[in-house]
């Protein structure tokens, strides 16, 4: 995927990589409703977490200037898997 516009040289905008993204998606036959650059960014930044990533690494790596902010993008204890719920043995 290209990081410059063809035509300006300037960096690609999120609506670009938003367009890029849900065209990928719908081919794969993934819903693209709900579908953005934020939650895309989340995705990335917990699956290198959930490999053991430093923190502090994926904070610069995300640009982040306070690690708070990296925690917010962290959905690690979102799973569904990690819940309360599905430790329980019947």
Known sequence: MPLRGR?????I???G???VVTAYAK????EVAGLGVHGLRATV???AL???ADIAKVQLWLGHANISTTK???RR???PEDSPTYKVKY
Request: proline content about 0%.
């Open 72 to 74: 917010i993008y962290d």
């Open 50 to 52: 959930e490999h053991e």
């Open 13 to 15: 905008t999120a609506n």
């Open 27 to 30: 081919e794969a036959g993934i």
């Open 45 to 47: 930044a917990t699956n």
């Open 7 to 11: 035509l300006t040289g300037a960096g």
């Open 17 to 19: 990589i938003y367009t």
């Open 77 to 79: 204890e979102n799973r």
